[in-house]
């Protein structure tokens, strides 16, 4: 099935200007770079996946204080988490070591450290009292009649996908715009079942795929850091490209000094897959956690987001000597071209380089 739809359908259902989206990266982004975006004509987003419902509530008054114009809010959809205390010991036993090279003890126990939005009704509660203009999700689905509460509060909802099977329950369930999530994106995979096999198709592969079967709206995401390569996206079919990576670097965002200097260094030329962090596939700059991996005795992490527990606590170890390897550290595969500037400065600079680069495809097109 073609999509047929015009290409400034999914501007006017998100109530945008422009074909841009900041990704929502959670412990990233903050509402001083989600209104900075917005205010540009693009749709800037939040990730409350990691907050309970105060938090949420919180960001979101807060970015309104800054801006008139529509947000996103995005939510993590995964299986909550069984816990397993024999794998988390034998995790926290084999992290041991690095704790106390740093002079310090790893926890006695692991928690699930945040709650699933499949299951947390106290933020369903906040969105349909707040009304958030957008609602995004990752890594799966919410039940079917949260999606329906959802649009009958007037939300629009996005959600992520990583091939075709995950593009066909989105569209089967009443979503708004599929986000394609590329091999090369930053962060976590967006994967409903994180044990199946990955086809680990490319961003402009699963674009190309989602644009010519489905009528949904496409929203491309991964590896895409430029006008360039947002021209490249919209000319695949997709109707608004998603950069997560590109803006991590801004001021306005939350990071460490330690992520920043990695993010505009030699790491940046370097990003590999780890579940080592936080018990889920996610694309992190090489570190000395993402190195652990390569350990012929590593064990099996527990379940995400447990395994994030250990993960923060040898972080905050580390960091108060003055390492900062250990944390996450996310970032897509083309985190070199990364640029340090205010996030509507960015934009404007995006802005310009989607102009110039769609004039030179119509004059290479006679």
Not at 348 to 360: K, T
């Amino acid at each position: 099935m073609t999509n047929q739809t015009d290409k400034q359908s999914l501007l006017r259902l998100l109530g945008i200007e422009k074909p841009i989206i900041q990704a929502p990266m959670a412990g990233v982004s903050t509402p001083a770079l989600a209104a900075a975006v917005s205010n540009a004509g693009g749709l800037g987003s939040l990730g409350v996946g990691a907050m309970n419902a105060a938090g949420a509530r919180k960001v979101i008054a807060e970015t309104r204080a800054l801006t008139a114009k529509p947000f996103n809010i995005n939510v993590f959809c995964h299986s909550p988490a069984t816990s397993n205390a024999a794998v988390e010991q034998q995790w926290l036993s084999w992290l041991a070591p690095h704790f106390e090279q740093y002079g310090a003890k790893p926890p006695a126990s692991l928690s699930e450290i945040y709650t699933s939005f499949v299951a947390d009704q106290a933020m369903l509660d906040v969105f349909l009292e707040d009304k958030p203009a957008i609602v995004s999700f990752h890594f799966g689905l919410p039940p079917a009649e949260v999606i329906v509460a959802l649009k009958n509060a007037g939300i629009r909802l996005l959600a992520a996908v990583t091939n075709l099977q995950e593009a066909a329950q989105v569209a089967a369930a009443g979503v708004d715009a599929i986000v394609a999530q590329g091999i090369e994106a930053g962060g976590h995979r967006g994967a409903f079942d994180p044990d199946a096999r990955d086809d680990r198709l490319g961003t402009f592969a699963l674009t190309r795929l989602l644009v010519k079967e489905f009528q949904l709206p496409v929203i491309a995401a991964g590896g895409i850091m430029d006008g360039a390569g947002i021209a490249a996206a919209l000319a695949l079919g997709a109707q608004a490209a998603q950069l997560g990576t590109a803006f991590v670097a801004c001021p306005e965002t939350s990071i460490d000094d330690g992520y920043r200097r990695a993010m505009l260094g030699e790491s940046a030329r370097h990003t590999t897959f780890t579940k080592a962090i936080s018990g889920r596939v996610a694309r992190s700059m090489v570190n000395r956690f993402t190195e652990l991996e390569d350990h012929a005795d590593v064990p099996q992490p527990p379940a995400y987001p447990i395994t994030y527990d250990a993960g923060k606590a040898l972080h905050a170890a580390a960091k108060a000597k003055g390492e900062f390897g250990f944390g996450a550290q996310w970032a897509g595969q083309a985190a070199a071209l990364a640029r340090s500037l205010p996030a509507a400065e960015l934009f404007a600079q995006l802005e310009s380089e989607l102009r110039e680069s769609i004039s030179q495809l119509q004059r290479v097109g006679g």
